[in-house]
Structure formats: C-alpha cells, structure tokens
C-alpha cells in the first residue's frame, strides 16, 4: 500500500473513510490514470488533489453501492 496515498488521505482528513482495501483500490486507480506506482504518481504531480479527490469519491461511492445492493443474511 503507498505511504503517499496514506499521507494525502490524513492530509485531506479522509483517512478515516477508508479501510484497507479501499486504499489498495486507490493505488491502483491511480496507477491506472497514470501509469506508474502511485507513490512516484504523486512525487511526480501526476495527479493533483482535486483528481486525488474524484478518484477516492468513486472507491468509497462503488463500496456504498455494493453495500446497497447486497442481499441480506438472514
């Protein structure tokens, strides 16, 4: 998992939105936008924070939808 992605949600205070394997999601989102680890992504200003933003909106949007969907264990 990145140290930056990590540092960037505490900064933004969205760290504590997310779960692991939400935050494994967002690197490799990230790695998908850009085409490099997500940490050297971030060093490199590849992605800014609003983009950063958008892109941990939609992993914590697509779990609320799963959530939402998923049948009930009765």
């Known amino acids: 998992m990145s140290v930056k992605v990590r540092e960037w949600l505490k900064r933004m205070d969205l760290l504590h939105l997310t779960n692991h394997d939400d935050r494994v999601a967002i690197d490799k989102e990230i790695e998908s936008w850009t085409g490099i680890y997500c940490d050297d992504a971030?060093?490199?200003?590849l992605?800014?924070?609003d983009e950063f933003e958008k892109i941990v909106r939609s992993?914590?949007?697509?779990k609320k939808k799963r959530k939402e969907t998923a049948p009930m264990v009765t």
């Open 42 to 45: 971030i060093d490199r200003r």
């Open 47 to 49: 992605i800014n924070e």
């Open 59 to 62: 992993i914590l949007n697509r």
